[in-house]
């Protein structure tokens, strides 16, 4: 496999990361673990969709987690993604906020499902672009 093939099927292991956050979060809000780690696992679900995006075109980016800072690159690209910066900036503060010890707040189970919503969406619409 060339090089060029190769770097063009990096998306698929991004988006195949965001599927295994995705399923532990599904489980999560179940019931079955925290509400911060469910909405950590939000923000990593979208963070991964939108680094598929940048990877499938061809795009590099920083090692970087602020998702506004990666949902401005998608937008240098296609410009309807400025529709998503109400869910980025909600995720981000989300990966900050529950990484730390005294400084995040306790999460509910609707921050949870709010944050899931996001992620969702933010996966939803990377998909359609990479058909």
């Not at 965001?18 to 979060?25: G, H, I, N, T, V």
């Not at 940048?54 to 920083?62: G, R, S």
Request: glycine fraction near 4%; hydrophobic fraction near 35%.
């Amino acid at each position: 496999m060339s090089v060029k093939a190769k770097k063009n099927n990096l998306y698929k292991e991004w988006i195949r990361k965001a599927q295994e956050d995705e399923l532990s979060l599904r489980v999560i809000l179940k019931g079955k673990g925290s509400p911060s780690t469910a909405c950590f696992l939000s923000q990593q679900m979208a963070e991964k969709y939108l680094k598929s995006f940048l990877t499938y075109h061809e795009q590099e980016f920083p090692k970087i987690h602020h998702l506004e800072r990666l949902l401005d690159m998608c937008q240098g690209i296609q410009e309807s993604f400025k529709d998503l910066r109400k869910e980025a900036v909600l995720l981000s503060e989300y990966y900050i906020e529950t990484r730390y010890p005294g400084d995040f707040p306790e999460f509910s189970w609707k921050d949870a499902k709010i944050g899931y919503v996001a992620a969702q969406r933010i996966k939803e619409y990377v998909e359609q672009f990479l058909k």
